[in-house]
Structure formats: structure tokens, C-alpha cells
């Protein structure tokens, strides 16, 4: 089992819908909780992170964390096409572990 | 300076040949960490230095992969007898400490080997 597991995507939103990405992780102890946009050809750019349970809310961006569940989600309200790119999700784990675990990634494509 | 940067952006070398990589972290940051990302895969830990030190270096994947952050600053990171499955991105990123906090990432290094 991986580590860290995002929805496979592609995902393809309208402009101005919400756009909904899904992580799950498999270390119960992970304590941080990153979402990275990655443009084509780019390098990761950190847009969100979350170390509780709950909603963070920045902008159009929503980050919810569920540990008990072992969940992290991504809301971005009011897609607009310079959202596109792919996301990221990265885990943080235990007190002896800093590096950090990516998933493989979602691609989002917001349509005009 | 204002970010991560890395150098070179792209480097092509032949099977067999030693190369450098380098990373100038965010001013003030104490934690560097390697990563490299394939094509359609998230990026994968290398290496973490805190300070001058190699305090995790788990993710290389054989000893032909070597890094160093001599004054804590700088680090560079060594391939040598490099191969064609060493083809991908290297990306460094640093962060103001190791527990908990955001790491931010530079433009990578874009290496193909030949």
C-alpha cells in the first residue's frame, strides 16, 4: 500500500465550479499535511497546509483533515483556468520522520 | 535570495560521466531536503540535512548518490557513473526548521543522461 494516495484524476471542472481532491495516507501518527500546486514543467508551489482537524480556509482554497479517517481534502471554489495544473498531497510522519511522502498527484483542468 | 535556487536548470551528460547538482536555500533555513520526481509521480525524498549534517539519507537509492551542506547553507548533490534510469528532476527544498513546517521548493535541475 502506498503511503499517500490522491484520486487518480483526471479532473475536468468548469470555470467557476468547485473542485473537490481526495488524499488518503496510511501512517496513523502523521502529524502535517501540505498541498502543492504543480504547474506543467514546474516546480511544486505550496498552497495550503493543515496540522488539525478540520477546515482552513484561504482564499479559494479549503483544506479539510480528517485524521481519524486518515483524510485530507482539497476544495477550490470559483475554478478558474489558472487553476490548472496538478496537485499535489504531502504527509508529514511520525516524531523521527521529516521528510516528507507525496502522492502521485491530480491533474485538474478548468475549462472555460 | 528570495528563493530556492538551483543550478544548473538542465543538464545532459553521458552514461557513465560524474555530475553536481546545487542548491542555494532560503536564507535563514535550516532544513534542505533532496527530492527527485519522474514523469507523472510525486516527488521522492532523497536526502535531509539539518544544519551541516545528513540526518536522514534513506532515499538514496545506491551509493553512487552522495550529498553534502559543508556550512549549512549551501548543498550539493553527487551522481557519479550516472545512468539513464538517473534521468529525472532533482528538486531541493528548504525549511525554516524540520518539524512541522513548510518546505518550499526551488526550480529543479532537469537531468538526462544519454
Known amino acids: 500500500q502506498k503511503e499517500v494516495e490522491q484520486n487518480s484524476g483526471p479532473l475536468s471542472v468548469p470555470e467557476g465550479a468547485i473542485a473537490s481532491l481526495n488524499c488518503t495516507y496510511s501512517?496513523?501518527?502523521?502529524?502535517?499535511f501540505f498541498w502543492y500546486r504543480q504547474y506543467s514543467g514546474k516546480s511544486p508551489e505550496l498552497i495550503m497546509s493543515?496540522?488539525?482537524?478540520g477546515d482552513k480556509e484561504d482564499g479559494r482554497f479549503t483544506a479539510q483533515l480528517n485524521k481519524a479517517s486518515q483524510y485530507v481534502s482539497l476544495l477550490i471554489r470559483d475554478s478558474q483556468p489558472s487553476d490548472s495544473a496538478t496537485y499535489l498531497c504531502?504527509?508529514?510522519?511520525?516524531?523521527?520522520?521529516?521528510?516528507?511522502?507525496f502522492g502521485a498527484g491530480t491533474t485538474v483542468t478548468v475549462r472555460a | 535570495g528570495a528563493g530556492v535556487s538551483q543550478t544548473p536548470s538542465n543538464k545532459v551528460t553521458e552514461k557513465g560521466k560524474y555530475v553536481e547538482l546545487r542548491c542555494d536555500p532560503i536564507?535563514?533555513?535550516?532544513?534542505l531536503y533532496w527530492y527527485r520526481q519522474s514523469l507523472g509521480q510525486g516527488p521522492e525524498f532523497l536526502i535531509y540535512?539539518?544544519?551541516?549534517?545528513?540526518?536522514?539519507d534513506s532515499g538514496l537509492p545506491n551509493d553512487r548518490f552522495f550529498a553534502v551542506r559543508p556550512e549549512g547553507s549551501v548543498s550539493t548533490l553527487k551522481i557519479q557513473r550516472t545512468e539513464r534510469g538517473d534521468s529525472a528532476v532533482y528538486l531541493c527544498?528548504?525549511?525554516?526548521?524540520?518539524?512541522?513546517?513548510?518546505?518550499?521548493f526551488g526550480q529543479g535541475t532537469r537531468l538526462t543522461v544519454v
Open positions: 527544498a528548504s525549511s525554516l526548521h524540520d518539524r512541522n513546517t513548510e518546505a518550499f
Open positions: 504531502a504527509v508529514n510522519g511520525a516524531s523521527n520522520d521529516y521528510k516528507l511522502s
Open positions: 493543515i496540522y488539525s482537524n
Open positions: 540535512f539539518q544544519g551541516t549534517g545528513a540526518a536522514d
Open positions: 501512517d496513523r501518527v502523521s502529524q502535517s
Open positions: 536564507s535563514g533555513h535550516t532544513a
